[in-house]
Structures are given as C-alpha cells and as structure tokens.
C-alpha cells in the first residue's frame, strides 16, 4: 500500500505516515501532572494536534484500517520519546488508543460504542457524558475539551450521512455505521452547549427468542407474534421513548419469507432485516435554500410503485399514516410500523390525529373504519423502572361498534409488585379471550393453541 509513497531508506517502518522529522519537546514534565482527567485531555489534545502536522494524511487513506492501527502506536512512542513525557506502558497504550480514535472513530465516545454493555450513550455538552446499562443511567469519567471538540464529532457524524448541522439547521437525525441511531442539537436551541443522545443497537439483531430469554415476552408470545408476521397480518407496534419499538420490529421481521419484496421507510435508516430482498428509503432534509426535502409521506407513496410485497416504515409521525393505512387496504397485507403511545387505545387515537392533519375532509368515523380495516393487531411495549421492556399488551382489532374501533386484548402483563432491589415483580398470561385470527391462521396452516389464563 506504500509503492505510492515511498519512504526513505532510513525511514523506520513505524514512521512511514510521517512527512517531516520528530522534534524534540519541552523538558520532561513531572508524571503526576498527568494524573488528573483535564491534564489528560490537555495532553492528547496536544499530542493529536503534533500528529497531525506530522503524519501523511494521503498515507493513512491508502491503508486499511487495521494496518494503521498496527503501526500508530510506534509512532506515538516515537513523538512521547522527543517530548520527554515520562508515562508508562499502560499510560502510553491508552494515549495511543485515544488519539487513534480522533482519527479514524469518533473521539471519546469511541470505547463506549465498542462496549456492548452500554444500550445508550448520552452527551449532555463537553462535561457530562452518561451511559445506560441495563436499563438504568450511570455518568461516566469521559469528558470532551470543549464544546467545539464536542461539535467535531457530531459533524464528522453527520456528514458521513450526508446531513448537516449548524445554526440554520440546529437539529439532525441521522445514523452511525452500525445502524446505531443519533440526535444532535446545537446553538442556538442548545443553550449550554451541543447535545448528542446515541441510541446503539446490537451489532446481531435480536430475535423473538433472544427477547423471550430476557424476560420481554414469552415463549407463547413470541410464537403468536411470529405466526402473526408470517401470516402477513398488519400490525403496529406502540411504546414510549426508548421502550423497544424498533427491537421488536426487528425481531419480527425475521419470520418474513425470503422470496418477498420488503421496502423499509424511515427518517434515518435503522432497521437491519435479514432478508436479501430489501429496498431501504430514508428520508432527506431540505438542503442550505431550504428545497429538496423529502417527507416519510414521499417515501411512502412512491414505495407503492416499486411493486412492494410489505411496507415496513420505521416510525410513523405525520400525514404518511394515512397512505400507510391505504397501502394495508390495497393488498400490501403484512405491514408494519411503530408508533408513540402509552396504549394500545393512545396508538389508534394517534393514527387518527395523523390522518386528520394530512389535510383529508374526511368524518371521523370513516377514519375509524379505515383504521379498524386496515390493522389487525397492534402490539404494546413498556419500559418499567427496573430498565426492562415488557410486551405489556397485545390486542387485535376486530372491526367497528358504532363509532367506536372494537378491540380485544390476548395477551397481558399484569405488575403485581417490586422487590427491594428495585425489580418489578409480575407476570404475563393469556386473558383468556379466543383471538378471531385463529380461524383465519388455520387457513394458512398454522394452528396455535393458547394455554388458559393464569388463575388469580
């Protein structure tokens, strides 16, 4: 990878990325000077500044990242030796790794993103940085320099996706490499300094059975759901912030067969179906003029004419609802979608204020009986105070009494208490109501038999 730029003869290898010589540095500064969080960041500020003006950016481009990453420690060694700073091995691995990571990753945050024990990452300007584990938020020691180093890093995000943050545009969805989910906001709606919430997700999608070990569902659920996606039924998916909306519709989709056509629609891509036939749309932004943009509502129509066996859009907002609900009428049977609500009732009243704001002159009660046609089941989630996500409610919908959706609830959670570590104590069971869409899966040979509910 090096013929394009060849090193002189007397070049060690570990100095292969350097366009000029290591200079000598101050006089040597006492170890414990080191020891504090701010002389740290102080210190490999200083320090990737010098690399910088030192190594051969055209260089590392050439190379894999993993061949960098082999020589840069020798390098950093070699820059700490001409500047005297007395750091063990330890000290000198962990600056090496940090400094890698304001090159080629996205700066401190980098080790929280490696670390699959952290679900959340939440950057409340350069001085707080908290993680969410399990379930519950802890802070960590990591720290930025200042908020513009905070304001890098969500730029270097950002582009990468093609979006833009600035003052004009102070807020922006977008999505890592991963698929992990990001929000930022700048000045002038931030009012201490840059925010960044990073929402991460597995590097192997969950399935229903990997949720039914966690204690989300069970095993009973989880075949229900399943059968329900195999069987193209509709479904919408409803929960709060972070309760596992986007989880879950991963999960399910997986029983989605493989010689189907999937068109996923979302604000910022990060649904990971495993299938192979899959065509993923995001929506864009309006540019610096403010034109160009490009609404879920856009997405969803066009979809309709890529010939789509399912619609799967990510989370629904706004006036898309409406032509989702058409697409669910219109033979796109198996669709799905998310939703905020508190409620499997919340998530109906909510598709119905959407479709009211799309700008349709249409009475309430034909909205219902669009609603009541077009979903089958809609599948509730919470999140409790334990940091765990329950399937709390699944219902199916079963037409229209008078003016009022009909609804049936098949499944349950049901909290009874919470222990002293602060665990909530409860359990799920059937209700004990025989679901109409039994009938219509034994049809397509899949025959469910659901246990009785649990007594008491």
């Known amino acids: 990878m090096f013929e394009r730029l060849p090193p002189p003869a007397s070049t060690p290898p570990a100095a292969r990325f350097l366009v000029a010589a290591t200079a000598p540095g101050p006089a040597a500064t006492p170890a414990s000077a080191y020891e504090s969080s701010t002389a740290y960041v102080e210190l490999k500020v200083r320090m990737h500044r010098k690399l910088i003006g030192m190594i051969n950016l ?6 894999e990242p993993a061949d960098f990453r082999a020589q840069f420690s020798d390098i950093v060694n070699e820059v700490l030796a001409g500047e005297q700073i007395p750091l063990n091995g330890a000290e000198r691995a962990r600056l090496a790794t940090d400094i890698l990571d304001e090159f080629l990753g996205l700066g401190p945050i980098e080790p929280l993103l490696k670390d699959i024990t952290v679900t959340d990452i939440l950057v409340n300007t350069y001085r707080h940085v908290y993680v969410e584990r399990r379930g519950r938020l802890e802070p960590t020691e990591v720290r930025f320099k200042d908020n513009g180093h905070l304001l890098r890093i969500i730029d270097k995000i950002v582009s990468r996706v093609g979006r833009r ?5 102070p807020m922006v969805d977008a999505r890592l490499a991963d698929g992990s989910r990001i929000n930022a906001v700048v000045a002038p709606i931030a009012v201490d300094g840059p925010v960044l919430s990073i929402r991460k997700f597995s590097e192997k999608p969950y399935s229903l059975e990997h949720l039914a070990n966690f204690g989300s569902l069970t095993t009973e659920m989880a075949s229900v759901l399943a059968a329900l996606v195999k069987c193209r039924f509709n479904i919408l998916i409803s929960g709060g912030t972070g309760s596992g909306k986007t989880t879950l519709l991963n999960a399910m989709s997986r029983y989605i067969g493989e010689q189907e056509r999937i068109v996923t629609i979302e604000d ?6 495993q299938q192979s036939h899959v065509v993923r749309l995001e929506t864009r932004p309006s540019n610096v003029e403010g ?44 669709s799905m979608t998310t939703i905020h609500a508190n409620t499997c009732r919340d998530a109906l009243g909510r598709v ?10 249409l009475p309430i009660r034909s909205i219902r009986a669009q609603i009541a046609s077009a979903l089958d089941v809609v599948v509730q989630l919470s999140r409790f105070s334990d940091g765990v996500r329950r399937v709390v409610s699944i219902q199916e919908i079963t037409g229209m009494e008078g003016d009022v959706i009909a609804m049936q609830e098949i499944f349950e959670f049901r909290q009874r208490s919470v222990d002293a570590d602060g665990r909530i104590l409860g359990a799920f069971g059937a209700t004990g109501v025989r679901p109409m869409f039994i009938e219509r899966l034994a049809v397509q040979g899949v025959h469910l038999s659901l246990s009785p509910p649990a007594a008491g």
């Open 58 to 63: 055209a260089a590392i481009e050439q190379l």
């Open 165 to 169: 943050i600035d003052e004009s545009c």
């Open 268 to 273: 910022a891509a990060e649904l990971r179906l």
């Open 291 to 334: 034109q160009g943009e490009i609404v879920q509502r856009d997405l969803v129509k066009n979809a309709l004419r890529m010939r789509p066996d399912r619609i799967i859009v990510g989370e629904a907002r706004g006036a898309e609802a409406f032509d989702m609900l058409q697409a669910m009428n219109t033979g796109h049977d198996g």
């Open 352 to 361: 119905e204020q959407m479709i009211s704001i799309a700008g349709l002159d």
